[in-house]
């Protein structure tokens, strides 16, 4: 029997799954075995094992095979392939402390309601840099094959507003002075914040920023803040101007003593409003109480907190208003009005003083050609008189076209009166008598407390349904 058949039957050569292991076992426990180094290693070669045959273990079983009968023995190792790193984009701030991020909104704009750690750069700061990724190194198997490794997936900007990238594309840089904000869209963009640590007050002035705005205090009576971006004070604010392209937010509430107010492009959110001048392209959101204020919102106004109380002043809102309380004992005056957008019944009250003025206006431009005309008439028109008449004849003609165009428009808006089916009022507690509600067109005013109410239209009138 040769050397090869004999340790064909004594020994089996196996490999791991990943063939980066060879393993050597006997199957017979021989006592009378034996062989060289260079025959069990070419017998190994000869089962395919082929790289990182570990000669010192093959050279121990070739001189003590009785120590290896009983058990696995790794004979080679391969060198296993190293995949890459995936590329990284390391920022100047830990991004990861916020704890939400901004929405980015369809049209582009950003909602700040939460901002906290607030990250401000220079303009050409560094924002961000690219770390590249890495390529594999490949490996070897122990049958003498390459080990194919995964190189490192590269990372990309995702580039938002106000910053810029160098040639390379391996740097982001701000754009503009502001703070490092990232939007749900995993955007990296530098949004323009101006923040006080304090009152506006004297030592401030006024605000006017085509940014956000944050106050960390109260915004005192007389000042004004304009802003591009959203307004959020920490504190309280009084009879001041508050004007956003976007949200408003008042953590303090607003006392406003009849004085200045608030307007926002989309929400304003404070925990109390007395005495406010209060407007919202969409929502009113109120934790406590509205008090003899005047609220415009041209989606909802929703006041349903612990105390959750409307009462006196008016309340206007485009699809509907929700409170608690309205009303009080006292039977204090409250107007409610839901089904329109405050914007238009304040338009259609425009146009109606608008017509009445031009209709007078046309009334004695009218009579003042009839004199004309009778001069004209007589043959007694002169030169300056002439022209006179023209330019008045122009001037009626241009009030006949603006008198229809009101006419026009109030039809549009009396028409919108009538598309109230989703709005509504909701007394989620108790509504008070003394308190008017009025629907697109339609007005019901409260005679006596109830409970648990809601005003809708239906039919032709205002109706007063459970609430649920």
């Known amino acids: 029997m040769t050397i090869s058949s004999t340790l064909e039957s004594c020994i089996v050569i196996q490999t791991s799954q990943d063939k980066l292991t060879a393993y050597l076992q006997f199957n017979v426990a021989d006592e009378q075995f034996s062989c060289t180094l260079n025959e069990l290693e070419a017998f190994v070669r000869s089962n395919g094992v082929h790289f990182g045959i570990d000669t010192d273990v093959l050279a121990r079983i070739a001189m003590q095979p009785k120590l290896f009968f009983y058990s696995q023995t790794v004979i080679a190792q391969g060198d296993p392939a190293v995949n890459g790193q995936d590329g990284q984009i390391r920022f100047a701030y830990n991004m990861n402390e916020e704890n939400r991020r901004p929405t ?25 840099e690219k770390i590249p990724a890495t390529e594999s190194k490949p490996g070897k198997l122990v049958t003498g094959d390459i080990a194919p490794g995964k190189n490192g997936k ?21 754009a503009i002075d502001g703070l490092i904000t990232m939007t749900d869209k995993s955007k990296i963009n530098v949004f323009p914040i101006y923040e006080v640590n304090g009152d506006v007050d004297y030592n401030i002035g006024n605000i006017d920023f085509v940014g956000t705005v944050v106050i960390r205090g109260n915004v005192l009576t007389g000042f004004r803040i304009k802003a591009s971006g959203d307004i959020r004070v920490i504190g309280g604010v009084e009879g001041a101007e508050l004007e956003a392209e976007g949200s408003v937010e008042v953590t303090g509430g607003i006392l406003a003593s009849n004085k200045g107010y608030v307007r926002a492009g989309k929400n304003v959110k404070s925990s109390f409003i007395q005495d406010g001048n209060v407007s919202a392209a969409e929502d009113v959101l109120v934790s406590q109480s509205i008090m003899h204020s005047h609220v415009r919102a041209g989606g909802k106004v929703i006041c349903i907190g612990a ?22 004992t006292m039977s204090t005056a409250t107007s409610i009005e839901v089904g329109v957008r405050p914007e238009l019944r304040a338009e259609l009250q425009e146009l109606r003083q608008q017509l009445k003025t031009t209709m007078g206006n046309l009334d004695k431009t009218e009579k003042a050609l009839v004199l004309l005309d009778q001069l004209a008439a007589a043959g007694q028109l002169s030169s300056d008189k002439m022209a006179l008449r023209i330019k008045l004849t122009a001037t009626k003609r241009q009030a006949v076209d603006e008198i229809a165009a009101s006419k026009e428009r109030m039809l549009e808006i009396e028409k919108s009166l009538e598309n109230t089916d989703s709005a509504k009022v909701d007394a989620v507690s108790l ?10 067109r339609y007005t019901r005013f409260v005679k006596d407390p109830t409970q648990r109410v809601s005003f809708r239209f239906s039919e032709g009138d205002i109706v007063m349904l459970p609430y649920y």
């Open 104 to 128: 980015e909104l369809e049209d582009g704009k950003v909602d700040f309601k939460e901002i906290s750690q607030l990250k401000n750069v220079k303009r050409g700061q560094l924002i961000a």
């Open 154 to 174: 590269e990372a990309y900007f995702k580039q938002g507003k106000n910053v810029v990238m160098n040639p390379e594309k391996t740097a982001l840089y701000a």
């Open 307 to 328: 105390k959750g109380l409307i009462v006196g002043g008016s309340i206007q809102a485009g699809e509907g208003v929700s409170a608690r309380t309205i009303g009080n």
């Open 431 to 440: 509504i008070y008598g003394g308190t008017k509600i009025v629907i697109g």
